[in-house]
């Protein structure tokens, strides 16, 4: 069965300074595809960035970019010139190409400090 | 719509009662998912309809749990004798094809709470 694990509960960052958040997943498939999302208080889950596990490039989206370690099964999201509309519960999630259902880790909650 | 419309937004019923939650998916969205988030935890996984169809209803913890889809766009998760341990947010997402390649996109959810 695949896992995702986050070790950091609460993260905590200064507006403008960057933050790193970690997931780690565990699997034997090869082909997969690997998910950030965003939870603010609303509840909605907003996609902000996505991976897939045979491109080696790290994707990037804007402030936001990925360390993508396949052999370590690590997938951590790097938060640019952070702002206080960061601030939110971040989930990382997995698909294994074959599959439809997303699992996904317990959560980060990113505090942003003025 | 302009996005997944879920109803209610909140929900609170007596223990033993049935419930029924509604998710309008984006219009077109063939693929659509249920989703469970318990307090504190990441969504779990409940079942995945393609069209009309429930192409994967592993997630759905017992036979309490069932969900349609009769026409391929609305869909209903229907609870049965509930319990307070199904107190929960229950998400909705959908996708134009189900392809990993497309964005699911998640509704705000409906806040379950049995008392």
């Known amino acids: 069965a695949q896992t995702v694990t986050q070790s950091q509960p609460e993260m905590s960052v200064q507006e403008a300074e960057t933050v790193t958040l970690s997931c780690t997943y565990d699997?034997?498939?090869?082909?997969?595809?690997l998910f950030w999302y965003k939870q603010p208080p609303s509840r909605q889950m907003i996609l902000v960035i996505r991976q897939e596990a045979y491109k080696q490039q790290n994707a990037t989206e804007n402030r936001f970019s990925v360390n993508f370690q396949k052999a370590a099964k690590s997938f951590s999201l790097k938060i640019s010139d952070s702002q206080l509309g960061d601030a939110a519960m971040y989930f990382c999630a997995y698909v294994p190409n074959a599959g439809n259902m997303l699992t996904f880790g317990g959560g980060t909650r990113l505090m942003v400090k003025p | 719509g302009a996005g997944v419309s879920q109803t209610p937004s909140n929900k609170v019923t007596e223990k033993g009662k049935y419930v029924e939650l509604r998710c309008d998916p984006i219009?077109?969205?063939?693929?659509l998912y249920w989703y469970r988030q318990s307090l504190g935890q990441g969504p779990e996984f409940l079942i995945y309809f393609q069209g009309t169809g429930a192409a994967d209803d592993s997630g759905l913890p017992n036979d309490r749990f069932f969900a349609v889809r009769p026409e391929g766009s609305v869909s209903t998760l229907k609870i049965q004798r509930t319990e307070r341990g199904d107190s929960a947010v229950y998400l909705c997402?959908?996708?134009?094809?189900?392809?990993?390649?497309?964005?699911?996109?998640f509704g705000q959810g409906t806040r379950l709470t049995v008392v």
């Open positions: 997402a959908s996708s134009l094809t189900g392809n990993k390649n497309t964005e699911a996109f």
């Open positions: 699997t034997s498939e090869s082909d997969y595809y």
């Open positions: 219009s077109g969205h063939t693929a």
